[in-house]
């Protein structure tokens, strides 16, 4: 069993499966943290399947379309007879915990939002000086010299 945990953007609305409204699946889309070779970010867009009543009643109320999301869970696999009769494979992450994230102008934690680390800050001020080093100092003896 692999368990996979990551975080994205929801891309599509929250669908129910079948009729009792324990299952339901949308999209997100998780960058890789690489680029391709035309200098581009490489996106994956997965699959979230949520399972059981008061998930996915959860899932409805939080997950919109561009919520950023923290998701965990089991990466599972699948198959189906479409209606032509075509045996279809389907990959996805089947959600044990996730958490929606506000992407706000605001960095108050009241209202959930979270400090862009791009953004001037007290904390992240943009400064060309990293450290301090006085110009008395060797580099002799330094490794990696």
């Known amino acids: 069993m692999q368990i996979w945990a990551g975080n994205g953007n929801i891309v599509s609305e929250i669908k129910l499966l079948g009729q009792n409204g324990k299952i339901a699946t ?9 680029k391709d070779m035309n200098g581009k970010w490489i996106t994956d ?9 008061k998930q996915v ?16 869970g089991k990466v599972c696999k699948d198959s189906y007879t479409d209606r032509n009769g075509e045996k279809r494979y ?17 960095n108050s934690e009241e209202d959930g939002g979270i400090k862009d680390d791009n ?11 990293f450290i301090n080093i006085p110009d008395n100092v060797s580099d ?3 490794p990696f010299n």
């Open 26 to 34: 949308t999209g997100i889309a998780v960058e890789r943290g690489m």
């Open 45 to 53: 867009f997965l699959t979230l399947r949520f399972l059981g009543e």
């Open 57 to 72: 009643a959860r899932a409805q109320k939080e997950l919109t379309v561009g919520t950023h999301a923290d998701v965990q």
């Open 90 to 106: 389907v990959d996805y992450i089947l959600v044990s915990q996730f958490q929606s994230v506000r992407r706000a102008s605001s």
């Open 119 to 129: 953004e001037e800050t007290p904390d992240n001020k943009k400064n060309e000086e």
């Open 140 to 142: 002799d003896g330094m």
